[in-house]
């Protein structure tokens, strides 16, 4: 197969008796899970996406999931043997995003800098929905933890996807070791001899 696909959801658990599965997005457009149509699923062992049609869908309120309905899965044992799978979408078939916003695939393994000292923070492994999303940044050390930025202007002021980078400017204290910049060494400096 030579199309490329990007993940949209996985498979969580089953809904009901009758073959509906949850889904947990990987996508900030509901409308993959709401409206019928062709998508794509990947077991978990499997090599090739196999096409599949959604037939309906529908918001899980409170719990961040979605349900779905997909065709030829009829039963309880039928939608357990779906879990795990990955739901898929051929990657052309992007929605048209707004300045500022960014597909989640395309901002895993960018390297992560301190936009004012230019000291490599890390390598993004992965996007966490929350109230704001938060990237997941692995440190160069593997020994080291990975931190959690918050995705929002004020701290990630430029995604660069040419030049694979993104520039952030944390507060102090969101990432313990990085140094100081210059600016708030003057700050702490003159207020340490007020």
């Known amino acids: 197969m030579t199309d490329r696909f990007i993940e949209v959801g996985k498979i969580v658990s089953t809904q009901g008796l009758k073959g509906e599965v949850r889904v947990y997005p990987n996508t900030d457009f509901p409308e993959r899970f709401l409206e019928p149509g062709q998508r794509w699923l990947l077991r978990p062992r499997g090599k090739e996406p196999q096409p599949?049609?959604?037939?309906?869908?529908?918001?899980?309120?409170?719990?961040?999931?979605?349900?779905?309905?997909?065709?030829?899965?009829n039963t309880i044992t039928e939608a357990e043997g779906l879990r795990d799978s990955q739901l898929m979408v051929p990657e052309g078939d992007r929605p048209a995003l707004e300045e500022g916003e960014f597909h989640i695939p395309d901002l895993i393994g960018l390297d992560v800098f301190d936009q004012v000292t230019q000291t490599l923070v890390g390598t993004?492994?992965?996007m966490i929905p929350a109230g704001n999303h938060l990237l997941e940044v692995q440190r160069p050390d593997p020994k080291a933890?990975?931190?959690?930025?918050?995705?929002?202007?004020?701290i990630v002021p430029i995604v660069d996807l040419h030049r694979r980078?993104?520039?952030?400017?944390?507060?102090?204290?969101?990432?313990?070791?990085?140094?100081?910049n210059s600016v708030e060494?003057?700050?702490?400096?003159?207020?340490d001899n007020l």
């Open 52 to 73: 599949i049609k959604l037939l309906r869908g529908r918001y899980l309120d409170g719990k961040g999931l979605y349900v779905v309905q997909l065709e030829g899965i």
């Open 124 to 126: 993004v492994i992965s």
């Open 145 to 154: 933890t990975t931190v959690l930025i918050p995705f929002v202007m004020a």
């Open 165 to 180: 980078r993104i520039e952030i400017t944390p507060p102090v204290g969101l990432i313990d070791d990085l140094p100081i």
């Open 185 to 191: 060494s003057e700050v702490e400096e003159a207020t």
